[in-house]
T-cell receptor
Framework: DTGVSQDPRHKITKRGQNVTFRCDPI?????LYWYRQTLGQGPEFLTY????????KSRLLSDRFSAERPKGSFSTLEIQRTEQGDSAMYLC??????????????FGEGSRLTVL | AQSVAQPEDQVNVAEGNPLTVKCTYS??????LFWYVQYPNRGLQFLLK??????LVKGSYGFEAEFNKSQTSFHLKKPSALVSDSALYFC?????????????FGTGTKLQVIP
């Protein structure tokens, strides 16, 4: 299966610790998105990459959050000094660039974060 | 602001009956509209989309959706519900923001198909 993969699937951490999530998109997709989903809510946009360039960041992404996509392939999302309010499912999605764009996003299974 | 609204938190339907999950949108310009499904502890899966053309679009697993410009709606439908259709359904809209394409999701509707 060459879909979007995310690691780890589950992470339990104590308040104040740092956590990092990894996303491997579909190989030919140059667009990569991070979303956050809390219980009972739809996915909320966090940030978006086209190749290695981070083109947009949501105001939801405080300075404790940082995302990278250094070689335009996999991406990492790091949360520093975690707070209980960071507990959520972090979803990664990818899509082709303009040439192959049909509009839909391809999602990974998500990384569930629990901050104690 | 560009947005979608799903007015029902939950929809219950008997197996074999038709189902409708509602979505309305607020977008300037021509909307790109999508439906996704999410099973427990899983990521979202694409069901169908409206970009242009026929107002009735067909998608995966026998689902279809009707684009209605005058009512700014994009309701998801299926003629005969299956128990396995029970899941969380999200409507989404894609639009240009600052030269980039963004996708905004609704809050979701839980579909419960009763055997």
């Amino acid at each position: 299966d060459t879909g979007v993969s995310q690691d780890p699937r589950h992470k339990i951490t104590k308040r104040g610790q740092n956590v990092t999530f990894r996303c491997d998109p579909i190989s030919e997709h140059n667009r990569l998105y991070w979303y956050r989903q809390t219980l009972g809510q739809g996915p909320e946009f966090l940030t978006y990459f086209q190749n290695e360039a981070q083109l947009e960041k949501s105001r939801l992404l405080s300075d404790r959050f940082s995302a990278e996509r250094p070689k335009g392939s996999f991406s990492t999302l790091e949360i520093q000094r975690t707070e209980q309010g960071d507990s959520a499912m972090y979803l990664c999605a990818s899509s082709p660039g303009l040439a192959g764009a049909t509009g839909e996003l391809f999602f990974g299974e998500g990384s569930r974060l629990t901050v104690l | 602001a560009q947005s979608v609204a799903q007015p029902e938190d939950q929809v219950n339907v008997a197996e074999g009956n038709p189902l409708t999950v509602k979505c309305t949108y607020s977008v300037s310009g021509n909307p790109y509209l999508f439906w996704y499904v999410q099973y427990p502890n899983r990521g979202l899966q694409f069901l169908l989309k409206y970009i242009t053309g026929d107002n009735l679009v067909k998608g995966s697993y026998g689902f279809e959706a009707e684009f209605n410009k005058s009512q700014t709606s994009f309701h998801l439908k299926k003629p005969s519900a299956l128990v396995s259709d029970s899941a969380l359904y999200f409507c989404a809209v894609r639009f240009n923001s600052g030269g980039y394409q963004k996708v905004t999701f609704g809050t979701g509707t839980k579909l419960q198909v009763i055997p």
